[in-house]
């Protein structure tokens, strides 16, 4: 079965400690995205996001720089290797550019994975720091 590859590069108003921060808070997470996250921050650790719809676990955290997940949405087959998620934070003048890798797609889920990190994540996260920002 064929395997995708998504790639995108956001720019956020925070600091990259801080956008680290709120990826892997619980709590963080869950107010950004607006659906229940439960993480393990650690490696190794597991996590499970949007009710069970997505889930995995850490490879890799480097704290304000780098986080390496094992990925699966509900919509993979049983079959369907894990796919790779790496997310690098770099520091910008005035805030933080997110610079997203996510290898081992399914063709079948690619598009609702590759729609839903502007959807799900990324346009709530920029919300959530204008909110916040007040």
């Given at each position: 079965m064929p395997l995708k590859t998504i790639e995108q590069s956001v720019h956020f108003a925070a600091s990259p400690k801080h956008l680290y921060k709120l990826y892997m808070s619980s709590k963080g997470h869950a107010a950004f995205t607006g659906m229940p996250v439960k993480l393990q921050a650690k490696p190794g650790g597991k996590f499970l996001a949007f009710g069970g719809m997505l889930s995995?676990?850490?490879?890799?955290?480097?704290?304000?720089?780098?986080?390496?997940?094992?990925?699966?949405?509900s919509e993979f087959k049983p079959g369907d290797l894990d796919s790779i998620l790496t997310l690098t934070f770099y520091p910008e003048r005035d805030g933080c550019r997110i610079h997203l890798v996510h290898v081992n797609v399914p063709a079948h889920d690619y598009q609702g994975v590759i729609k839903g990190w502007p959807k799900y994540y990324w346009k709530p996260l920029r919300a959530y720091l204008k909110s916040k920002a007040r």
């Open positions: 995995g676990s850490f490879l890799l955290l480097d704290p304000g720089q780098m986080i390496v997940q094992r990925w699966r949405s």
